[in-house]
């Protein structure tokens, strides 16, 4: 069985900084791309950052230049620096992450956090 546990979530003013991290565990042959999503109340979820096996990146025009998504594989684990955070970057941060379980199996990308509660306020 495969869990992503996310942590690092809280209040923060705006212009702060936050860390999250989501740990990778389980039966697990390999993980693939890796992302970050946060929901809203009343809103669909939203895809945040995105880091490929090879680290390749990318991000939501919003998220732009100030977050910054890395993994240490060593690890299994993803994170996401957050800086300059905004009252907008309110939302509930999820995880996601494409693992293949057994090395003939396909990556599977239905594999999620429990999610982690960002809110920027002064």
């Known amino acids: 069985q495969v869990q992503l546990v996310e942590a690092g979530g809280g209040l923060v003013q705006p212009g702060g900084s936050l860390r999250l991290s989501c740990a990778a565990s389980?039966?697990?042959?390999?993980?693939?791309?890796m992302n970050w999503y946060r929901q809203v109340p009343g809103k669909q979820r939203e895809l945040v950052a995105t880091?490929?096996?090879?680290?390749?990146?990318t991000y939501a025009d919003s998220v732009k230049g100030r977050f910054t998504i890395s993994r240490d594989n060593s690890k299994r684990t993803m994170y996401l620096q957050m800086n300059s955070l905004e009252p907008e970057d309110t939302a509930v941060y999820y995880c996601n992450a494409g693992v293949r379980v057994r090395w003939y199996e396909a990556y599977s990308n239905d594999y999620w956090g429990q999610g982690t509660q960002v809110t920027v306020s002064s």
């Open positions: 880091i490929t096996i090879d680290d390749t990146t």
């Open positions: 389980g039966s697990i042959f390999s993980i693939g791309a």
